[in-house]
């Protein structure tokens, strides 16, 4: 479970080599925007629905992707930072639903931030970047 893969892959698997202390700790990252908008909170991290369990209100929820299992989350969030996805993706679409800035293809973000960060998800420009 610890291995990570490229998305796209020919041949025999190889897993990522794990990224460097300097890639880790960039305060910004730039994705796709998926849902318009700009907020500004703290960030809750969470690799499965069951760490997300603490979010409180007006968090912006930083996962590796979504599905179904996630939506108990929407309500709660005030945006979506996902590591994989597209402008369909499961988080992409709900999150324009429910009109949460959103932004997808930020991989590391869940290693890069830590939930308490306080952070600007901007879905207009795709950034999310720490602040402070």
């Known amino acids: 479970m610890?291995?990570?893969?490229?998305?796209?892959?020919?041949?025999?698997?190889?897993?990522?080599?794990?990224a460097g202390e300097e890639?880790?700790?960039?305060?910004?990252?730039?994705?796709?925007?998926?849902?318009?908008?700009?907020?500004?909170?703290?960030?809750?991290?969470?690799?499965?629905?069951?760490?997300?369990?603490?979010?409180?209100?007006?968090?912006?929820?930083?996962?590796?992707?979504?599905?179904v299992g996630w939506a108990p989350y929407f309500c709660r969030a005030a945006g979506l930072a996902t590591e994989i996805g597209s402008p369909l993706s499961h988080g992409a679409v709900v999150a324009r639903e429910y009109g949460l800035p959103a932004v997808v293809n930020l991989p590391g973000a869940t290693k890069r931030f830590?939930?308490?960060?306080?952070?600007?998800?901007?879905?207009?420009t795709g950034e999310l970047r720490r602040l402070g």
């Not at 907020?39 to 979504?66: N, Q």
């Not at 830590?114 to 207009?124: E, P």
């Open 2 to 18: 610890a291995l990570e893969f490229p998305r796209v892959m020919k041949g025999k698997p190889v897993p990522l080599a794990p």
């Open 23 to 67: 890639g880790d700790t960039a305060s910004v990252m730039h994705g796709t925007p998926v849902s318009r908008g700009m907020v500004v909170g703290l960030a809750r991290v969470a690799r499965t629905p069951e760490e997300a369990v603490e979010m409180r209100e007006g968090e912006i929820l930083i996962v590796p992707y979504t599905d």
């Open 114 to 124: 830590k939930t308490g960060d306080t952070v600007r998800l901007d879905g207009n």
